[in-house]
């Protein structure tokens, strides 16, 4: 914009008319105080029209309140609330330039003290949404467990020995466990045993076999009542390579056991 322009170039600095009968002299104007008007004249128009092309508004010789829709466009108002920021898109830079991003509530904006929660209460459209853009698959949804779309928790897999025996688990939920009984009475005895960990939920197979013999025979052993907590062996007999022949089971005799569950 032009600097302030001179006043007229006269004895009191403004404009007087002539007057014949008192002899004074009207005010001369020249062409140096025309351009002087013509130059400040158009610096304040393109002032004007600067500031309506940044507001989006083409002159009009028919209107007369431009320069107020044009402010209105480019400033906020105190009775708006602000809401000409929001509709310029720039609500989340002014709330970062105010220090507000972690107390203002906008809806386009994460709250840092919020963890996720804006998206949690978007639904489960947003929250798909979200985790495809993070390049999240299925298993983030998967909880831990054993069952179907479950993620096995890698602790509750391994092999754990015992006296004589030991407990192993599986990512399925599956348990196997094995041992050695005590000595059985003989045929048509048994002997009650008690699993190191009774099995949540029951057993699915349980078997006997042979201990181990110093000659060529195998004891034969069965299975009676099982419960998860354990259960009953029978002593049933002998059976010997030679012959081969079939025996009472010899009192003292143990066997080996195992049995599957979850």
Known sequence: ?????????????????????????????????????????????SEILTLLTAAGIDANTEQSNQLMSALNVRYLQSDN????LKNLDKSAAAVKNLGLEEVAFLDEILHRQ???YEIFIAGAGAQADSRKNLGLKSAAVCDVGTGTWQIPDMS????????????????????????????????????????????P??????????????DASINLCMIGVTSKAG???????????????????NSGKGTLWEAWGN
């Open 114 to 116: 919020g963890n996720l």
């Open 231 to 249: 259960m009953k062996i029978w002593g049933v007999a002998s059976i010997s390579a030679a012959g081969p022949s079939l025996a009472p089971l």
């Open 81 to 84: 609330a602000l809401s000409e």
């Open 201 to 214: 939920n029951g057993i699915h197979h349980a078997r006997t076999f042979d201990a181990g013999n110093p």
């Open 156 to 199: 509750s897999q391994g092999v754990t020995y015992t006296a004589g025996g030991g407990i192993q688990y599986f990512s399925n939920g599956l348990m196997r466990q094995w041992g050695t009984s005590g000595a059985i009475g003989g045929s048509c005895n048994s002997i009650d045993i008690t699993f190191p960990v009774p099995f």
């Open 1 to 45: 914009m032009k600097e302030l322009i001179p006043p007229i170039d006269a004895p009191s600095g403004v404009f007087v008319d002539g007057n014949e009968l008192t002899g004074i002299k009207g005010t001369i104007v020249d062409s140096k105080w025309l351009n002087n008007v013509q130059d400040a004249t158009r610096s304040m128009q």
